[in-house]
């Protein structure tokens, strides 16, 4: 499937020998996790996070924000758990919880639903080679039975409507490099004014991929060297930046 | 059967449409014309030797296999060809919408549900459950749809002011209420 | 064949989906659910014998003729039939991830392919693969989907019970739970 949609890239990247994927041949971003690390032999239980991570920044680089919101999601998980990989870790090696576990999990159950579709696939095509009756043969009609809608029916299809209601397109940016320095002095400077402030509120209204990454990569940085605390409540609520208690303003 | 004879039979069966001499020897490319009329009267009397519910007539536009006539009433009275009982997911979703946004044209209900809603909104007028109320201002003044009589008599309500109001439903709703108020 | 089978034939011939063997029943109410079966059988072999185009199937809880798959390729190159439009990747891993956590809501899915399925959920329910199967508790009350039975047909699959297991495919889960209580 979409594997074989891709053009073969070298066996091992380095930072000179970057990849060239073509993102529209991924059905996700697990999809070119998964690539990457399946195409590099890499033993899935023990991930090189940072190379990983990079090739996959790498790799959606090139992306307009809109199609790229579930890859970010991603990029912003790697980039954490690439944080969490740099941590001390404790004295006793039992209370280590390796912060890769749950990717691990999703990766391996995202690939069960990969095989599952391949084998879905072949069964298409082998039934696609068998035709039902292609006449639908005109019949004395007999009194069609009575409709049966009832109005519980009808406000769940409003509620359908409305989760289905087509989301408001956000347009293709040109992608620029990323600045992780300009975004550091940027996250710095509104640190000196307020105290937290929630991670959306340093983009403006159209931030590129490259303006997010960079403000990630910013970020990530400065709460590994203690200059700042990010919490997010939920695991896909809105991430909080606070000034850490030391770096308080004068 | 031989295998060509075989292959027609295939055909006629999953043709939408009756085939021609010409259809059935493209099946067969190698075949001669006199090999092609072979196996289709192979065919036909394999199946008109009244041991069969099926029959191979000639009609118009060239062969097609069909039930045996006898059999039309008993197929249609046990409901096997046509079973429409509920409204699809589609129907109800685009009733839904005309219902609360009355009087409403075809584009604004393909704009809220994000797909083409021309076959459905045809089968709805052909149950009754809608119909064209009037026309719109504008370029086209296309054609703006309603709920009938009908529609309130399935759903057992005496007018449309008894259909649950927007902010009654779940919080879901709320979303579109802004919208309409837009 | 007897006259009831000759109807049982007609019938299965005229419906273009799978017939469960009430809908046989309700062909011919004076016989016996015996004679039904016998009928069936002997339509089976008749079709089974490798004489004919067509085979009767059980697919989708019911029976269908269809016809057999080694002229598939010369009826779609004659263009008598079109065959579907294949389905994408993110349709198939939303379906395989749908038919085996049913029933599933879209947070779910999402969650276990990585990506918003919006508009593929939309897609899969308007081919009728997919349908709403009732609501989950809780926050929301999110809408819960479930494969139809137009996904089995499009499968040729008799049950979900013909799905693969998931211990039998090459991916193991095991690996991963070791690693975890690690």
Redesign the interface.
Same mark, same amino acid.
């Given at each position: 499937?979409?594997l074989s949609a891709v053009s073969a890239p070298p066996v091992v990247a380095t930072s000179d020998t970057p990849f060239i994927v073509r993102l529209d041949a991924f059905?996700?971003?697990?999809?070119l996790l998964l690539h990457l690390i399946r195409h590099q032999e890499i033993d899935i239980?023990d991930i090189p996070i940072a190379q990983i991570a990079d090739q996959f920044l790498e790799a959606i680089d090139a992306l307009g924000l809109n199609e790229a919101?579930?890859y970010l999601?991603?990029a912003a998980r790697l980039l954490r758990i690439k944080v969490q990989m740099l941590l001390p870790r404790p004295f006793d090696e039992d209370d280590w919880e390796?912060p890769r576990?749950e990717l #691990?999990?999703?990766l391996?159950?995202?690939?069960?639903?990969?095989?599952?579709?391949? *084998?879905?696939?072949t069964? #298409?095509e082998?039934?696609?080679?068998?035709?039902?009756?292609? *006449?639908?043969?005109p019949?004395?009609?007999?009194e069609?039975?009575p409709?049966? #809608?009832?109005?519980t029916?009808? #406000?769940?299809?409003?509620?359908?409507?409305?989760?289905?209601?087509?989301?408001p397109v956000v347009h293709r940016v040109i992608p620029r490099p990323l600045d992780v320095e300009g975004a550091t002095r940027r996250i710095l400077t509104v640190l000196e004014e307020r105290d937290r402030l929630d991670f959306r509120e340093l983009f403006d209204e159209r931030p590129t991929v490259a303006d997010v990454i960079s403000a990630l990569i910013a970020l990530l940085e400065l709460a590994r060297v203690g200059r700042l605390l990010l919490t997010q409540e939920l695991q896909f609520g809105a991430l909080t930046i606070a000034r850490e208690p030391t770096h308080a303003a004068a | 059967m031989n295998r060509r004879t075989q292959l027609l039979e295939a055909a006629l069966f999953s043709a939408s449409r009756p085939l021609s001499l010409d259809d059935l020897q493209r099946l067969d490319p190698d075949a001669t014309a006199e090999e092609v009329a072979a196996s289709v009267d192979e065919l036909r009397h394999h199946y008109q030797a009244g041991e069969h519910g099926i029959v191979l007539v000639e009609v118009a536009g060239g062969l097609q296999l069909l039930s045996r006539p006898e059999f039309g009433e008993a197929i249609a009275e046990a409901q096997i060809v046509t079973r429409p009982r509920k409204l699809s997911a589609a129907a109800l979703e685009t009733l839904a919408v005309i219902a609360y946004r009355q009087p409403v044209g075809r584009a604004e209900v393909e704009e809220i549900r994000g797909v083409s809603v021309e076959g459905v909104l045809r089968s709805l007028q052909d149950r009754g459950l809608i119909d064209v109320v009037g026309r719109a201002e504008g370029m086209g003044r296309p054609l703006l749809y309603g709920t009938t009589m009908a529609f309130l008599e399935l759903l057992g309500l005496r007018g449309l002011e008894e259909l649950p109001r927007l902010e009654e439903l779940s919080v879901a709703l709320r979303p579109l209420a802004e919208m309409v108020e837009q």
């Amino acid at each position: 499937m979409s594997l074989s949609a891709v053009s073969a890239p070298p066996v091992v990247a380095t930072s000179d020998t970057p990849f060239i994927v073509r993102l529209d041949a991924f059905s996700g971003p697990l999809d070119l996790l998964l690539h990457l690390i399946r195409h590099q032999e890499i033993d899935i239980t023990d991930i090189p996070i940072a190379q990983i991570a990079d090739q996959f920044l790498e790799a959606i680089d090139a992306l307009g924000l809109n199609e790229a919101a579930d890859y970010l999601e991603m990029a912003a998980r790697l980039l954490r758990i690439k944080v969490q990989m740099l941590l001390p870790r404790p004295f006793d090696e039992d209370d280590w919880e390796d912060p890769r576990a749950e990717l #691990v999990r999703r990766l391996l159950e995202y690939e069960q639903i990969r095989e599952l579709a391949t *084998w879905l696939s072949t069964q #298409v095509e082998l039934r696609a080679d068998r035709f039902p009756r292609g *006449w639908v043969q005109p019949l004395p009609q007999p009194e069609p039975p009575p409709l049966v #809608v009832d109005l519980t029916e009808l #406000v769940a299809a409003v509620e359908r409507v409305i989760e289905a209601m087509p989301q408001p397109v956000v347009h293709r940016v040109i992608p620029r490099p990323l600045d992780v320095e300009g975004a550091t002095r940027r996250i710095l400077t509104v640190l000196e004014e307020r105290d937290r402030l929630d991670f959306r509120e340093l983009f403006d209204e159209r931030p590129t991929v490259a303006d997010v990454i960079s403000a990630l990569i910013a970020l990530l940085e400065l709460a590994r060297v203690g200059r700042l605390l990010l919490t997010q409540e939920l695991q896909f609520g809105a991430l909080t930046i606070a000034r850490e208690p030391t770096h308080a303003a004068a | 059967m031989n295998r060509r004879t075989q292959l027609l039979e295939a055909a006629l069966f999953s043709a939408s449409r009756p085939l021609s001499l010409d259809d059935l020897q493209r099946l067969d490319p190698d075949a001669t014309a006199e090999e092609v009329a072979a196996s289709v009267d192979e065919l036909r009397h394999h199946y008109q030797a009244g041991e069969h519910g099926i029959v191979l007539v000639e009609v118009a536009g060239g062969l097609q296999l069909l039930s045996r006539p006898e059999f039309g009433e008993a197929i249609a009275e046990a409901q096997i060809v046509t079973r429409p009982r509920k409204l699809s997911a589609a129907a109800l979703e685009t009733l839904a919408v005309i219902a609360y946004r009355q009087p409403v044209g075809r584009a604004e209900v393909e704009e809220i549900r994000g797909v083409s809603v021309e076959g459905v909104l045809r089968s709805l007028q052909d149950r009754g459950l809608i119909d064209v109320v009037g026309r719109a201002e504008g370029m086209g003044r296309p054609l703006l749809y309603g709920t009938t009589m009908a529609f309130l008599e399935l759903l057992g309500l005496r007018g449309l002011e008894e259909l649950p109001r927007l902010e009654e439903l779940s919080v879901a709703l709320r979303p579109l209420a802004e919208m309409v108020e837009q």
